[in-house]
């Protein structure tokens, strides 16, 4: 299982919201393809895939507030 972390995001980031998921549970992922989109109070972004497989679990939800680097779902590698 490969575990999608958030990332640095800049200086004096350290919390991140989840606005979009560009796939559901149970969808392939390629590495590089943008995952997830997430909004901090600088920014938008959108982080890619860390892996090519099947995102099998979307650990933190829309509109959920997280740490950086906190997991946030698993891909399983195929």
């Known amino acids: 299982m490969v575990k999608?972390?958030?990332p640095e995001l800049g200086e004096g980031i350290?919390?991140?919201t989840i606005s979009?998921?560009?796939y559901k549970e149970g969808d392939k992922v390629n590495k590089g393809?943008?995952?997830v989109e997430v909004v901090t109070d600088k920014a938008t972004f959108n982080l890619p895939?860390?892996?090519t497989g099947i995102l099998s679990q979307i650990i933190s939800k829309e509109g959920?507030?997280?740490n950086i680097?906190?997991?946030i779902a698993l891909?399983?590698?195929i």
């Open 49 to 51: 895939s860390p892996s």
């Open 75 to 77: 891909i399983e590698e």
């Open 64 to 66: 959920q507030t997280v």
């Open 33 to 35: 393809e943008d995952l």
């Open 20 to 22: 979009y998921w560009f």
């Open 4 to 6: 999608v972390v958030i």
């Open 69 to 71: 680097g906190e997991v």
């Open 14 to 16: 350290d919390k991140a």
